[in-house]
C-alpha cells in the first residue's frame, strides 16, 4: 500500500502543487471531479471483475491514492494546459490519456494491476479517453465562470 500512496498520490500532487501555484481554481474545480470520475469509473470496472489493483484488500482503498492523486493531477493538468496554454484540446485530452495508459502499462508489467474477462491496455486507453472527455465537459460548463 505504501506502493501506491507514493506513486499514485504523492508524487502527481508534486506537480498538483505547481499547478495549484499558477491557477488554484483549477485544482479546486477540476481535481475533484476528476477524482470523482476516476472514482465512478474503477468502482464499476473492478465490482465487475476486469481489473485489480494490488494489493487486493476488496475495500476499495488499494487505488484510493490513484483516484485521489495520479487522476486527479491528470485531470488538472489537461484543463491547465487547455486553458492556459492555448494547445489543441483534443490532442493534450490523447496525450493525457495516453501518457496514463502508459502509467497503467508499467504497472501492469510489474504486477501491480492485472486484467481479467479479455480487458488489454487498449481498452484502458478508452476508458481513459471517456474519462478525461468527461472532464472536459465539466470545464466547457463552468468554463463561463473564467478559470
Known amino acids: 500500500m505504501l506502493f501506491n500512496i507514493l506513486l499514485g498520490f504523492i508524487l502527481p500532487w508534486i ?8 491557477s488554484s481554481k483549477i485544482i479546486l474545480f477540476i481535481a475533484p471531479v476528476s477524482a470523482v470520475v476516476a472514482n465512478i469509473i474503477n468502482t464499476i470496472f473492478i465490482y465487475y471483475e476486469f481489473w485489480s489493483v494490488k494489493p487486493d484488500t476488496a475495500k476499495g482503498l488499494e487505488r484510493l491514492p490513484y483516484d485521489t492523486g495520479v487522476y486527479a493531477v491528470a485531470g488538472s493538468a489537461m484543463v491547465y494546459l487547455i486553458n492556459y496554454h492555448r494547445v489543441n484540446n483534443y490532442i493534450v485530452i ?10 497503467e502499462g508499467l504497472l501492469l508489467l510489474i504486477n501491480r494491476v492485472s ?10 486507453f ?9 472532464v472536459y465537459i465539466y470545464y466547457l460548463m463552468i468554463k ?3 478559470l
Open 115 to 124: 486484467y481479467y474477462k479479455g480487458w488489454n491496455i487498449y481498452l484502458t
Open 94 to 103: 490523447l496525450l493525457i490519456s495516453l501518457i496514463t495508459t502508459l502509467g
Open 15 to 22: 506537480l498538483g502543487v505547481m499547478i495549484y501555484k499558477k
Open 144 to 146: 463561463e465562470e473564467k
Open 126 to 134: 478508452l476508458s481513459y479517453l471517456f474519462a478525461y472527455i468527461v
